[in-house]
């Protein structure tokens, strides 16, 4: 037992063996066998770099990666030939020569730079200079050194094939796609440290990279997803605001919202202010997030803006709503007893049944709570049929960590489950009944 009182499980600890590591024991093994069968005319560690070079998380960067690796390849091997072809006699015998022949290396190095420069392909120059350096460096006096610039060309061109077939290797399997994925993010997706598995990134990027049709659910804000799900390739809008709005990760926009009027938001204010609570407006303008704050509050909710506004997806503006601004949410931050009292009083005038609240008490700070106010239709039942319209597609997978309430349940534990189960449900083998 650790000092928490939790019980100590290896598997916590320790990362399972990805597929990355498989496929890249056997592309390196499979380079093995083609120097064996090539005899004593290959050099298989030049096959191993471009191999292991070429194996990434997704197909898409594999071949870049290739692409790369093969420019590289190409540069360096004709400006090896070109230094053999005119400095045949280039020798290292003596203090001089070995002089001339670092001059003109590096000489040498400088024309292959640049040429990456002109063809505007500058990532290929590291690879270019490590080929270029290979074939002239201890290969230049050789009986044949054309055969060494060949061989070398083939062994990292072979590395470069071997790597991406095997990286692109599948068993043969059906895509749903006529699927949409939702998943919750805290104690769904994202582990009990708030952070998302290197596994389920790796693996729910392929997914969406293959057509999965993916997103996410949260009572966050867009500033949050995106911090938190920085490395993930989202390509469908993400709900947000626990169903308030709609929002399109890779286009910066927001494309529903259900949001409070401004008479009413004006009502609210001044309810708030009469309870004596702090709070912030989060507004939509032009596609852009504006939360609007009060000139001082308690020490909570300073602590919140002092953490939350150095985000480049935040805006706090230190004054009151603007008459007549429609607002997609409102975010009460303050002592429990002062939340409830601002609850009551909203029960009282007949409040709670025009709008939507989420109460919760602060993780970190005893005796503090939150409540958030929304738009009564903003739902994430709302917005996934809206998106269920939108993508036309014929069935809804849900993930959560509330029972009866989504399609999979998932434990705090088991976080890489739904990515898990969303690689059964989108690509069953096509010999499977599912």
């Known amino acids: 037992m650790n000092p928490a009182g939790k019980k100590f499980v290896l598997k916590d600890y320790i990362p399972p063996v990805g597929m990355r590591i498989v496929k890249t024991v056997t592309a390196v093994f499979l380079c093995f066998v083609v120097e064996i069968l090539r005899g004593d005319v290959t050099v298989a560690f030049y096959s191993h770099i471009a191999a292991i070079w070429c194996m990434r998380d997704s197909a898409r960067e594999t071949r870049v990666n290739a692409v790369q690796r093969t420019i590289g390849t190409v540069v360096g091997a004709l400006a090896g030939l070109a230094t053999i072809l005119l400095f045949p006699n280039l020798s290292i015998e003596t203090r001089p020569q070995q002089i001339v022949h670092g001059v003109v290396i590096s000489l040498m190095v400088g024309v292959v730079l640049y040429i990456t420069v002109v063809i505007r392909k500058r990532e290929a120059a590291y690879f270019s200079n490590v080929v270029y350096l290979s074939i002239v460096i201890n290969h230049i006096s050789d009986a044949n050194p054309y055969l060494f610039v060949w061989n070398r060309f083939l062994d990292t061109m072979i590395g470069i094939v071997i790597g991406v077939a095997v990286n692109s290797f599948r068993l043969p399997r059906r895509r749903n796609r006529k699927v949409l994925f939702v998943s919750g993010l805290d104690d769904t997706l994202l582990n009990e440290k708030s952070a998302l598995s290197g596994y389920s990134r790796v693996e729910l990027n392929r997914l969406i990279d293959e057509g ?223």
């Not at 867009?222 to 399109?248: Q, S, T």
């Open 212 to 434: 999965a049709q993916f997103t996410i659910s949260t009572v966050h804000t867009p500033a949050v997803l995106m911090e938190m799900l920085d490395r993930v390739d989202l390509r469908l809008p993400a709900i947000v605001m626990d169903g308030a709005a709609l929002y399109d990760v890779a286009e910066n926009r927001y494309v529903r919202s259900y949001v409070i009027s401004g008479a009413r938001a004006q009502t609210l204010c001044s309810l708030m202010g009469e309870c004596g609570v702090n709070w912030f407006s989060n507004v939509i303008i032009d596609d852009t997030l504006v939360i609007y704050c009060q000139e001082e509050g308690n020490p909570v909710y300073e602590q919140v803006i002092r953490e939350d506004r150095r985000s480049l997806y935040r805006n706090y503006v230190r004054r009151e709503l603007p008459r007549g601004e429609d607002v997609v949410c409102f975010h009460v931050v303050d002592r429990t007893e002062r939340v409830e009292e601002l609850y009551r009083e909203m029960e009282r005038r007949e409040l709670l049944g025009q709008l939507k609240t989420v109460r919760y008490e602060s993780r970190n700070h005893a005796g503090y709570s939150h409540m958030k106010i929304f738009n009564h239709n903003a739902t994430k039942e709302n917005m996934i049929c809206y998106l269920k319209e939108m993508l036309d597609v014929e069935r809804v997978v849900t993930f959560g960590s509330i029972e009866g309430k989504y399609t999979y349940v998932i434990a705090p534990e088991e976080s890489n489950r739904v990515v898990k189960l969303v690689k059964r449900e989108f690509e069953p083998l096509k010999w499977s009944r599912r």
